[in-house]
Every structure is written in structure tokens, then in C-alpha cells.
């Protein structure tokens, strides 16, 4: 058998940074030198990526694989790993998310610490020893040609309408704006009728909570999808079905520790691809706004090798 060198398993090339300044609203903005200085410890360059918005930074990512980078590592939360995968997944290029957001879900559900700098510590060993582990990621796709990957989970119910509403609304700023939302959308609360297809097999439900998980938290720590995992192969669903205002607020404090599965009003179920339509529902993966229903899921197996 052959040996496996370090060489073998992460390209030679720099490592590429993308950093989110705004990540974790900015708590951890004065971190970045500490952070760059321990990624650079693994003896090779470390090359910051400029981008001033989401997609400038999506473009970046992309550019730098393309350019020959040897490793790409994200520096944020959730949205900032969201915009990197886009531009590793299903290449050979590895990937380490350094936790620095409001939600670091797909980090810490993917066996990182969640302090920023024992997370670059850690890739930064890996980066030196030739180390990664491959996990699965999910590819999310429309009639219309529309192509993302995700880490974590999508939401396609109460949550997703919830974060809908937040982005539309100019006032308050900050997490009061979520707040709001909440109760403009629990005052308007009715279930939904959604077409699934799962492996082929199809139901009709009504709902009002729909998240398809690769990992088992969103949110920043709410496990809606307790047992997913990302290296399995398959997709966690969750269905919450009619609650009304008073058993979803009841229900919604038991997501964090999982225990809402329990419910006799909710149903899960674990597949290879998934196909989801309702009407008039925007998702959102990885907390980033994707595509209107319908849309197609597909769980890749080992689809990114991660540094670690």
C-alpha cells in the first residue's frame, strides 16, 4: 500500500482567509491578527481576501480556489462558511471554519471548538500534518437552474417566513428587528400544505415548521434536526405539523436541546434526496436566503474535506 503524505492530502498553495468583519456583530473584529498569525504557524503563506459584501466575497472565495490556493479557511458565522462552500465543495481544496458569528453551527456541529482561536489552532495542526476529514454537504437545486450547497440545515417553515419578514423590515435595526417579525408572523400563524417527495415516495402534510438538516443545528444551537449527521450519506426532515400559536411557543424552547422530536405533532423522517414545494415560501440554508419553492435536495456524500 502506498503511504499518504501530507502533500497528498492538502495542494500545495497558500491559504486564503476570508474574513467577516461584522461577524458576531464585530465581537470578535480585533481577533484577526492573533488569528492570522496562528493560521501562518503552519509554514505557509496566508493570504487575506478582500470582499466588501456577500457575493464580492463569494466571488473571492472562487477566485482564490481557482488561483491555486491550497486551503480556504472562513473566518464568521454561519452566512460567512456558507458563501466559502460555494467554492470548495466537490473539490480538492480543504476547508476550515474559524467560529466568529452569532451562529457557528456548521463549525461546532462538525467537531470544532468554539473558541475562534482554539478552532484556527486546530486547522492550523491539520494544515501542517496533511490532516482532513471529508463530510457531507447538501446540494440544493430548483426547475429553474438554481444551484447551492449547504452545511447545516434549510428551513422552509415558520422560521423561514419569520426570517423573510426581518429582511424586508427597515425598522427596528438589530435583533429587535427579529423580534418583531416573530410576532407579526405568529398573529398571521396557520399551517401549510407541502408536497414532499422522499426518495421518490410521495405525502402531502400540513405544517408549520419544515427543515431538512445535513448537520443538526441552526440558529445558533437550536438542533432542529437532533440526530442528522453530516457524515451518513442522508438528510434529516423534520415536520412540525398544526400547532397553533400557543403549542409552537411552547415547543420552540425544546428545539435547543432536541427534545421537540418528541412531540406527538411532529414527524421525521431521513432521506437521500428530497423534493419540497408549498406556496409562497422563500428558504433559507445555512441562514442565508436561497430559493423559492420548489426545490430539489440532494445529500453529497464527503463533498468537502475539512481540516482537522
Known amino acids: 500500500m502506498l503511504a499518504v503524505t501530507a502533500h497528498d492530502l492538502v495542494p500545495p498553495g497558500p491559504v486564503a482567509v476570508l474574513a467577516n468583519p461584522t461577524a458576531g456583530r464585530g465581537r470578535h473584529r480585533g481577533l484577526l491578527p492573533r488569528l492570522l498569525e496562528r493560521l501562518g504557524g503552519a509554514g505557509r503563506p496566508v493570504e487575506l481576501l478582500s470582499a466588501r459584501t456577500p457575493e464580492e466575497a463569494e466571488a473571492a472565495c472562487h477566485a482564490a480556489v481557482a488561483d491555486g490556493a491550497g486551503a480556504l479557511v472562513a473566518v464568521g458565522g454561519d452566512g460567512t462558511v456558507h458563501r466559502a462552500l460555494q467554492a470548495v465543495a466537490g473539490t480538492a481544496v480543504p476547508f476550515g471554519p474559524v467560529p466568529a458569528g452569532t451562529g457557528n453551527d456548521f463549525a461546532v456541529d462538525t467537531g470544532f471548538p468554539a473558541d475562534p482561536l482554539a478552532a484556527a489552532g486546530v486547522i492550523a495542526d491539520a494544515l501542517r500534518d496533511g490532516r482532513t476529514q471529508a463530510v457531507d454537504l447538501a446540494r440544493l437545486t430548483t426547475p429553474a437552474g438554481g444551484d447551492r450547497w449547504y452545511g447545516a440545515v434549510l428551513a422552509a417553515g ?131 436566503r436561497a430559493f423559492d419553492l420548489p426545490v430539489w435536495v440532494s445529500a453529497v456524500p464527503a463533498a468537502v474535506r475539512l481540516l482537522r
Open 158 to 288: 415558520f422560521d423561514a417566513i419569520v426570517n423573510e419578514r426581518a429582511n424586508r423590515m427597515r425598522w427596528p435595526r438589530g435583533p429587535r428587528r427579529y423580534d418583531l417579525a416573530i410576532l407579526v408572523e405568529l398573529a398571521r400563524l396557520r399551517p401549510r400544505r407541502y408536497r414532499l417527495r422522499l426518495d421518490g415516495v410521495e405525502q402531502e402534510v400540513d405544517a408549520v415548521l419544515v427543515a431538512v438538516g445535513n448537520a443538526a443545528s441552526y440558529g445558533g444551537g437550536m438542533r432542529i434536526c437532533p440526530d442528522a449527521d453530516p457524515h451518513d450519506g442522508l438528510l434529516d426532515v423534520v415536520v412540525g405539523g398544526r400547532f397553533d400559536r400557543r403549542t409552537l411557543m411552547r415547543v420552540k424552547p425544546r428545539i435547543y436541546q432536541g427534545t421537540h422530536v418528541t412531540h406527538p405533532l411532529v414527524r421525521s423522517y431521513r432521506a437521500r434526496t428530497v423534493e419540497l414545494d408549498a406556496e409562497g415560501i422563500t428558504t433559507y440554508v445555512d441562514g442565508e
